[in-house]
């Protein structure tokens, strides 16, 4: 399932920033696609909150940092103006590890790791859509995590490139490559215990 455009008008952050604040949407490359449904499922919510418990706790005293959504990531094409940029996501869980990149407005420039719970509406929209913005602006490592069929799709950036995606179980412990120190405890997350 794909998520619906908001309308067929290519749109900027600047615009973006107008918009209601309960309207969920995201831009790719000036496209506004809305999030339904307005509220994740308690699976979803429950996993994402796992995820970000446990990274801000290995992060503890480190330089990176951990943010869940909402929080936006703005990422421009060149050295385009915030108000002119047309990519803006929301991804479930994401670290930062250049904190130059974290404004007051989310921030700005990719993230070092990203994951996204996956949902029925929104899993085409992770998958193909956002994969292909996470590699073209340098996200070292893009997770997807499937709450239902309980299984986890890594990419790891190689040469520019997403290379081949490995897909594990959620079970055991799995580390953030591109964050040395970072393990993830499947075990703990619901549905495991």
């Known amino acids: 399932m794909s998520l619906p455009w908001r309308d067929t008008q290519r749109h900027t952050y600047g615009e973006y920033l107008t918009w209601p ?10 496209i506004a696609y809305i999030k339904e449904p307005p509220a994740p499922s308690r699976l979803h919510q429950e996993l994402a909150g796992e995820l970000y418990f446990q990274i801000r706790l290995a992060l503890k005293g480190k330089p990176c940092r951990a943010y869940i959504a909402p929080f936006d990531v703005r990422l421009p094409e060149s050295g385009e103006a915030d108000d002119d940029v047309t990519t803006v996501v929301q991804p479930d869980v994401l670290i930062v590890c250049d904190r130059d990149k974290l404004d007051d407005r989310g921030m700005r420039g990719a993230p070092a790791w990203v994951a996204e719970v996956l949902s029925p509406t929104t899993a085409g929209h992770d998958r193909y859509r956002k994969l292909s913005v996470y590699e073209r602006v340098g996200v070292k490592e893009f997770w997807l995590v499937d709450p239902i069929d309980r299984m986890l799709t890594i990419y790891r950036l190689q040469g520019g490139h997403y290379g ?8 055991g412990r799995t580390a953030i490559a591109a964050v040395p120190g970072v393990t993830i405890d499947w075990d703990c997350l619901p549905g495991n215990s």
């Open 164 to 171: 081949s995606a490995a897909v594990l179980e959620l079970k």
């Open 21 to 30: 604040d309960d309207e969920r949407v995201e831009l790719i490359d000036g």
